[in-house]
């Protein structure tokens, strides 16, 4: 009987060869990538087309969920969102950049909210059976809303039809 397994090199040297045709790919983009730097140190990246959102803070201050439109290559002005009182953990933008999904910490709770730029306004959401987010993902059209939520020491991923 012929065995139809492949050498175990075989599986190695597609893999190096894969790794090696990447590295030539990747370009940074610069204009963009200075525009971060001066935000400070940043985390939770999302990016929706021509937005990116994330978590910035500048010199050890407080950080803040920033949106970067990707065209113009400026910040985003975010009014109401951003909460002297509050602490952002994680972040998702749908595609034209209206709708932020945001994870965030506040009087001792962590909460969810979505965040619609039109009419600069935070709309807490609730989570059916009650539950700690941790992170989100918005759909390209911002109507659904992948949400992980710890529930009795288990992790589990509901998807949220927004209004």
Do not use: F
Not at 50 to 79: N, T
Not at 143 to 163: F, H, K, M, N, T
């Amino acid at each position: 009987m012929r065995s139809h397994r492949k050498p175990l090199w075989t599986g190695g040297l597609l893999l190096t060869l894969l790794l090696q045709g990447c590295q030539g790919g990747l370009r940074p983009l610069p204009n963009l990538n200075q525009q971060l730097a001066r935000l400070g140190s940043g985390q939770s990246p999302s990016l929706g087309s021509g937005w990116l959102a994330l978590i910035a803070s500048r010199d050890g201050g407080r950080p803040q969920v920033q949106l970067i439109d990707g065209q113009r290559q400026l910040p985003v002005p975010l009014p109401g969102l951003n909460r002297a009182d509050s602490l952002p953990i994680q972040v998702s933008v749908d595609a034209r950049g209206e709708h932020l999904a945001v994870v965030r910490q506040r009087d001792d709770r962590t909460e969810l909210v979505l965040y619609r730029r039109s009419l600069m306004a935070v709309q807490p959401l609730a989570i059916e059976p009650a539950g700690v987010p941790r992170q989100v993902s918005l759909s390209a059209d911002g109507r659904v809303l992948a949400v992980e939520v710890s529930r009795g020491g288990l992790w589990q991923i509901d998807l949220l039809e927004l209004p």
